[in-house]
């Protein structure tokens, strides 16, 4: 392709340049047209030109590179003929054939290639007559094709006369204005008679982008083209003149010819032109009024002022304006002394937090136990820093902001989870590229006060890497001896935390470092035990759910058997997300069937239930039919409550090995341990023989192996088991027990009592074993199930066993033959049969 030549070729002289331009530019005229045929017909060969557009009379260089092109010049320069150079329509396009070119184009003369540095042509053009494609009779190695030559000719009236007067002025006045054009083109147009040859001389001179040069090229008539040029160059008069005002208004002001400072002259000349005035000394003036006028500190007005009159002495387009009034920005938007006033009624406290939230007792006794100290005492500006800690689903985040509408205040949440960046709590120092505020106090820009409830989600899931650690960096923010004066990287300001509540979430307290743990009050939040869930569903999930459904409140009603059922079968969880989703689920179903005019039901019954969400997902564990000689009953915590949890022990002719499998832990397989010793230090007392252990295998197996089981309470269990076991001693089926087993037999307290005791009542079990320190903690358990229960407390391993196993059958089982008893008979054998 012919492209425009922007490079110049070196010379000694000018003189040297001059001489060898004129050279060929005078070859170019001794090129003679092409001959037309009697039907005014030419046949030339193609020069297909991109981003350069010559028009007739002109001369213009192009870079020919290698190729069609290169040899269509090449054949044409030396037959001594001209070309024709055809035009691309959509310059972007990278290859162009026959279909992709105008079918108007110029008849033009090449002079000589001269070889270029980077391996490409140059050569002069001067083009001679426009022309009409009529045909390609050559594709290839390149085009050729028969044109038809287009006159041009028109009559000069007074009009025209007149028209070509005007355009000259008007080119006149331009060329005045335009560095780049040279005075000779004036008096080059003063000499040009015909209105074409004027509308191309000047259409070439005048920077046109490449759409008007081509409706140039393609306006046949000559009146026409020069009325388009006309009206072309009006255009760019008025922006010549545009130009020179603005300029010469900037020249009597500027002292230096920096370029920032020109560009800051150049837009206040035009907005003074337009009527707007000086826009940055307004915007200065105006951040200096509002630090001023603002409720800051002290030291935040200081420092806001100082900025302001740097700012005030930097040019408008310096790269640091935009850091500066950014910074100015966020002094300006943060809540320094903008604060809510607290509801201290404790009352109205109680019945919001009641409102949306059951159970709880121990979170809510504190907010509201809070509120009345703050009532008694206003000036106290102390806040507590609370973590709520447990599984999901739970209602920690939800009671954090029901605690924020109790007060009065305004709720923020902040989530922590996968926070592995020290700067994203204390922010970015100003020396980088994009800096902010850490988000603690862009949360506190959210909030607009300065004390409102912040939520710190899922603090336990905090990261540490190369970064930084950001809990460490949350030990100032949760620190009430020195939240007072948080600094933030990027502000390096005081800013007061301190009227702040925060409120914090985990999921898993010991996954939270110590030192920031020690800052936080733990709150705990158990799992709902099914009797809550029932209770929350009946006051909360089910009215939403029929809400959202789209339904009446008394269109459904939900059986109390209907949602134990959910809970049982479809539920496995701490909290009642998905036991709202199963609701949901439910309640769309019947949603449907109303609007499709079919016959729903009313009365939600656990027949139902299995229709609308399909085979159940869980089975409740339920309690053993008959007494077994090796099998006992533990009751395990889980998350999701409490569950039985069955153990059993087969003892095996082998070599005194034991095993315990079902995917337990260390802890559990130390209690098994334990419990062995513990049966091995009591054969005596059980009528069992010390030796029989070694020719005797134990396989202890605690079902649902896919589940993981750790901790020390099943201890007892175990030893109930393996004593049944060596004693054949049936265990009751109705008793359910937990607690830790020392080597000496006694039994230690245990966690989790109220969701052990509950999922024993649950499975249908009447009787419970429990540590006798564990006592205390049934304060919690409902007292239906206490009334329903048989609780024994008990402090050693004799107790367990006088309660859990059947005494000892009246013919007690044939005791097995020690080893030395067994030899001796083998000897006494062999000397009799000698």
């Given amino acids: ?472 960096a949350l030990l100032e923010v949760l620190d009430p001896e020195q939240n007072h004066a948080f600094s933030d990287h990027f502000l390096e300001l005081p800013f007061d935390l301190s009227r702040v509540m925060f409120v914090t979430t985990a999921n898993n307290a010991s996954s939270i470092p110590p030192a920031l743990l020690d800052r936080m009050e733990v709150i705990e939040f158990p799992g709902y035990i099914e009797e809550e869930k029932l209770e929350i569903a009946r006051k909360y999930l089910i009215p939403r759910q029929i809400e959202e459904s789209g339904l009446e409140e008394k269109e459904i009603v939900f059986q109390e058997n209907t949602i134990r059922k959910v809970i049982r079968e479809y539920t496995y969880e701490a909290g009642v997300r998905n036991l709202e989703r199963e609701i949901g689920r439910i309640c769309r179903k019947v949603a449907r069937l109303k609007s499709e005019k079919k016959h729903y039901p009313t009365q939600i019954v656990p027949s139902v239930v299995e229709k609308y969400l399909g085979p159940a997902q869980f089975y409740m564990p339920e309690g053993e039919k008959e007494d077994e000689i090796g099998l006992a009953t533990a009751v395990a915590w889980t998350e999701s409550g409490g569950e039985i949890m069955p153990v059993e022990v087969l003892i095996l002719e082998g070599k005194g090995n034991m095993q315990i499998t079902g995917q337990i832990g260390e802890v559990m397989q130390e209690s098994a341990q334990a419990a062995l010793s513990y049966l091995k230090s009591r054969v005596d007392v059980l009528g069992l023989e010390a030796d029989m252990f070694e020719r005797l295998d134990i396989h202890i197996h605690i079902p649902e192996g896919a589940i993981p089981k750790d901790g020390p309470s099943a201890g007892i269990t175990i030893a109930t088991a393996l004593i049944s076991a060596f004693t054949e001693r049936k265990a009751r089926k109705e008793v359910a027990m937990t607690g830790e087993i020392t080597l000496r037999g006694k039994v230690l307290p245990v966690g989790g009592v109220r969701e052990k005791v509950l999922a024993a009542h649950r499975a249908g079990l009447r009787t419970i074993i429990l540590p006798e320190r564990n006592m205390k903690d049934l304060v919690d358990v409902p007292k239906k199930v206490l009334t329903d229960l048989k609780i024994h407390p008990v402090n050693h391993m004799d107790q367990v066993l006088e309660i859990a196993l059947y005494p000892a059958p009246e013919k007690p089982p044939r005791r097995r033959k020690s080893v030395k008893t067994e030899k001796a008979e083998e000897s006494r054998t062999e000397a009799e049969e000698k």
């Fill in 1 to 472: 392709m012919a492209k425009l030549d922007d490079k110049k070729m070196r010379f000694d002289s000018d003189e040297e340049f001059s001489s060898a331009l004129y050279q060929r530019t005078e070859e170019l005229y001794q090129v003679p047209d092409a001959e037309p045929d009697e039907n005014g017909i030419i046949e030339c060969a193609v020069l297909v030109m991109r981003d350069l557009i010559v028009l007739p009379r002109m001369v213009s260089p192009i870079l020919v590179s290698a190729g069609a092109n290169q040899q269509a010049v090449q054949d044409a320069h030396l037959n001594d003929q001209t070309m024709v150079a055809m035009f691309i329509r959509d310059p972007e396009q990278e290859s162009a054939g026959p279909d992709d070119l105008m079918n108007i184009g110029v008849e033009i003369a090449v002079g000589r290639l001269l070889n270029m540095p980077d391996g490409n042509n140059s050569a002069l053009i001067q083009g001679r007559h426009r022309v009409e494609l009529i045909e390609f009779t050559q594709v290839t190695p390149y085009m050729r094709g028969r044109f038809r030559v287009l006159e041009e000719s028109a009559p000069v009236n007074r009009r025209v006369e007149a028209l070509m007067r005007t355009t000259r002025d008007l080119f006149e006045r331009c060329v005045s204005l335009d560095r780049s054009l040279p005075e000779e083109a004036h008096l080059f147009s003063l000499n040009v008679t015909e209105p074409g040859w004027l509308a191309d001389m000047i259409a070439t001179a005048v920077s046109l982008p490449l759409e008007e040069r081509l409706t140039v090229l393609t306006t046949i008539d000559p009146i026409e083209r020069l009325k388009r040029v006309n009206w072309l160059l009006a255009q760019e008069l008025d922006v010549l003149e545009l130009e020179d005002e603005i300029q010469n208004r900037v020249q009597s002001e500027v002292n230096r010819s920096q370029r920032e400072f020109y560009l800051r002259e150049q837009m206040k000349a035009i907005q003074t032109e337009l009527g707007e005035g000086d826009i940055w000394s307004r915007e200065i003036a105006d951040l200096r009024e509002k630090i001023l006028n603002g409720n800051f500190p002290q030291e935040v007005k200081d420092a806001g002022l100082k900025e302001i009159e740097r700012l005030a002495q930097m040019p408008a387009m310096s790269p640091e304006v935009g850091i500066i009034r950014n910074y100015l920005d966020w002094i300006l938007d943060l809540p320094w002394e903008v604060s809510t006033e607290d509801n201290l009624d404790v009352t109205n406290a109680a019945k919001v937090l009641d409102q949306y939230h059951y159970g709880l007792g121990k979170a809510k006794d504190r907010i509201l136990e809070y509120i009345a100290v703050r009532s008694l005492n206003p000036k106290r500006m102390r806040q507590p820093i609370l973590c709520f800690v447990g599984p999901p689903g739970t209602g920690k985040t939800s009671l954090g902001r029901s605690i924020a509408d109790a007060l009065g205040r305004k709720f923020v949440r902040l989530s922590l989870g996968g926070v592995r960046d020290e700067a994203e709590i204390r922010g970015h120092r100003r020396t980088y590229i994009g800096a902010l505020p850490g988000r603690i106090l862009q949360t506190m820009k959210r909030a607009g006060s300065n004390n409102p409830l912040f939520m710190l989600d899922e603090i336990d899931k905090l990261g540490a890497d190369f970064r930084g650690d950001p809990s460490a």
